[in-house]
């Protein structure tokens, strides 16, 4: 009779594809700010990856190196990636967030430093209720032809994308307001009436404990960082993919993090921006994020 057996195994590792110059120099670069540009499929994210793992190579300890990815689906696939490459050097590992997600466990940190309730994120479906509650029970002096409008489900989503991008921006209801009356756009400043309201409402609701929506953490976070550095030892290296998808508070978080020549890596692609950044792209990519000069930036040119 034939004895069948079998042997469950590890899979074989996968080799890694060989760098060219450009990603190599951002592997090497040694310390400082070092801005990383190239277009889609470029490899960029592989030359971030390779430079944290060198890093904890070189002796950093992988807890004092974050590594910052937009897209909560992208975070994932970084985590799993710089996890594998370090594991054989230290149990601990690089802390790898999406920017809410990191303003939100330093928000919760402080609060636990200071003995208050732990804060809350407003998820999207609390923040759709909210809004649709507040366009029922108020007349914000929306323009004629607007009736309709307001009532539906689309046009809630509009005001929550509104809400959300003035607090990414840090662009207040009085400023909205300014911009309502210079470009003659009355249903602008129906808007900005809502997002005066909204922050009201937000912040009576943060009175038994901190209630947060995802774009204004970001600047919660800084704020709170600014007043007390203590609350997290500056990091030894700071890695930021798809910068030019990047916020102005997320900026100002990273000044905070990597400002005055800190060790911050960023890649960004001047060539795809999206559609919420497009004007402030090229900027931001074309110098370091921090504010700081940049080491000159390099284009990586492989594929992966």
């Known amino acids: 009779m034939l004895d069948l057996r079998y042997e469950l195994t590890d899979p074989p590792a996968e080799e890694e594809s060989p760098l060219d110059p450009a990603q190599r120099a951002a592997v090497e670069h040694a310390a400082g700010p070092l801005l990383v540009r190239g277009g889609p499929q470029t490899g960029k994210t592989e030359a971030l990856l390779r430079a944290a793992a060198a890093k904890v190579e070189a002796?950093?300890?992988?807890?004092?190196?974050?590594?910052?990815?937009?897209?909560?689906?992208?975070?994932?696939?970084?985590?799993?990636?710089?996890?594998?490459?370090?594991?054989?050097?230290?149990?601990?590992?690089?802390?790898?967030?999406?920017?809410?997600?990191?303003?939100?466990?330093?928000?919760?940190?402080?609060?636990?430093?200071?003995?208050?309730?732990?804060?809350?994120?407003?998820?999207?479906?609390?923040?759709?209720?909210?809004?649709?509650?507040?366009?029922?029970?108020?007349?914000?002096?929306?323009?004629?032809?607007?009736?309709?409008?307001?009532?539906?489900?689309?046009?809630?989503?509009?005001?929550?994308?509104?809400?959300?991008?003035?607090?990414?921006?840090?662009?207040?209801?009085?400023?909205?307001?300014?911009?309502?009356?210079?470009?003659?756009?009355?249903?602008?400043?129906?808007?900005?009436?809502?997002?005066?309201?909204?922050?009201?409402?937000?912040?009576?609701?943060?009175?038994?404990?901190?209630l947060y929506d995802s774009a204004e953490i970001v600047r919660a976070a800084a704020a709170a960082l600014r007043a007390r550095p203590e609350l997290l030892p500056r990091p030894s290296w700071v890695f930021v993919d798809d910068l030019q998808d990047a916020t102005p508070a997320h900026l100002g978080l990273l000044h905070l993090l990597a400002g005055e020549g800190g060790n911050l890596v960023a890649a960004g692609s001047p060539t795809r921006p999206s559609s919420a950044t497009r004007a402030a792209t090229r900027s931001r990519c074309g110098s370091s994020p921090t504010g700081s000069p940049p080491a000159r930036a390099r284009r990586p040119r492989s594929s992966s």
Request: aromatic residues 10%; negative net charge; glycine residues 8%.
């Open 59 to 210: 002796g950093a300890d992988p807890a004092s190196i974050l590594f910052f990815g937009l897209r909560r689906q992208d975070t994932a696939y970084l985590r799993a990636r710089l996890n594998a490459a370090t594991a054989h050097r230290s149990a601990a590992e690089v802390g790898v967030y999406t920017f809410p997600a990191f303003a939100f466990a330093l928000l919760r940190s402080a609060a636990a430093a200071e003995g208050r309730e732990e804060p809350r994120l407003l998820t999207g479906p609390e923040a759709d209720a909210l809004i649709r509650s507040m366009l029922e029970g108020e007349d914000f002096g929306w323009p004629e032809g607007f009736e309709e409008a307001v009532r539906t489900y689309a046009f809630a989503q509009q005001l929550r994308d509104l809400v959300l991008r003035s607090g990414e921006r840090g662009l207040s209801a009085p400023e909205l307001t300014r911009l309502a009356l210079d470009h003659d756009r009355p249903e602008w400043g129906a808007a900005a009436r809502f997002y005066d309201r909204y922050v009201t409402t937000l912040a009576l609701q943060s009175m038994s404990s901190a």
